[in-house]
């Protein structure tokens, strides 16, 4: 028979991790190389939150399951641990060279969505998932930089250089539609 | 000598904010830019720079777009970590 203090952690763990899913998702998927491992990572991430629930104040749980998710995947292999704490993994864009800087190209062709889900999965995880705290779940810098246990100065420069990317990433596409018609 | 409030001046004024706008350009659209006296600045500066608020609604629109095509779930694993989680509410943590 659980005793009522597992009552009361199945309660929370009800209230602010459950609905909190689809963020575990997708966060898990940003974090990781395939879907596999994203699924994997996910369901790692939610057995260490449950375990964990009676350290957790119940303030940010976004905030909190993205530090368990990654405190996961960089313990899980060698691969990740580099991938989500390297400064490296984006070629920086020429100077000069296209970059996307046409708001009517970004929001109006119809296959921009297909092109930016590509250079998204194309970005390193540790880029990847900056962007998808800030610009998808809509954590401030400060959040971000307390979920990955990173600078905010490095939230902002991953969030700058990952963006870049995306730009020339979707400039391409309509620098090469120009050129076919 | 650039003397102050001649057009010279204002257009190189001009030309130096545009500059600080770039750089802290995702700050700008993000919200983040901390409420200075630079902040309303660069705030004032883009209401009459047409360059900068492309710039700005460029970002604008990269960040929804990256919003729309990454605010999926895949629904499996949602479907898989509810069950794990209602395994675990029911006292089977142990089996996991």
């Known amino acids: 028979m659980a005793t009522s203090t597992e009552v009361d952690q199945n ?16 966060v898990a998927r940003s974090m990781s190389h395939s879907a596999a491992e994203a699924d994997d990572l996910a369901q790692e991430t939610l057995l260490k939150a449950y375990r964990a629930m009676d350290r957790f104040d119940g303030s940010h749980p976004k905030a909190w399951l993205a530090r368990i998710a990654r405190n996961t995947a960089i313990n899980r292999d060698q691969r990740n641990r580099e991938f989500l704490l390297s400064e490296d993994g984006i070629v920086e864009p020429e100077e000069g060279s296209a970059d996307g800087s046409d708001p009517e190209a970004i929001v109006v062709d119809a296959d921009v969505d297909e092109v930016l889900r590509r250079a998204l999965d194309e970005l390193p995880p540790a ?6 705290l800030v610009d998808v779940e809509d954590l401030s810098y400060q959040e971000a930089a307390d979920a990955l246990e990173i600078p905010v100065g490095t939230v902002m420069s991953r969030l ?4 870049r990317r995306l730009r020339q990433a979707l400039s391409g596409t309509h620098l090469d539609r120009e050129k076919q018609s | 000598m650039r003397i102050p409030g001649t057009s010279a001046w204002k257009r190189r004024r001009f030309g130096r904010l545009c500059v600080e ?14 409420a200075t006296r630079k902040a309303k600045l660069l705030e004032k500066h883009m ?5 900068c608020r492309d710039e700005a609604e460029v970002v604008r ?5 990256i919003a729309r095509v990454a605010q999926e779930a895949d629904p499996e694993v949602v479907e898989r970590l509810h069950k794990l989680a209602r395994r675990l509410c029911s006292g089977e943590s142990h089996d996991v």
């Open chain 1, 11 to 26: 309660e929370r763990f009800d209230k602010l991790i459950v609905p909190q899913m689809p963020f575990l998702a997708r």
């Open chain 1, 127 to 132: 880029f990847r998932v900056v962007v998808q």
């Open chain 1, 160 to 163: 700058h250089r990952a963006r």
């Open chain 2, 21 to 34: 706008v770039a750089v802290h350009i995702d700050e700008i659209v993000d919200g983040e830019l901390p």
């Open chain 2, 47 to 51: 209401t009459g720079c047409n360059s």
């Open chain 2, 61 to 65: 629109a990269l960040k929804r777009g």
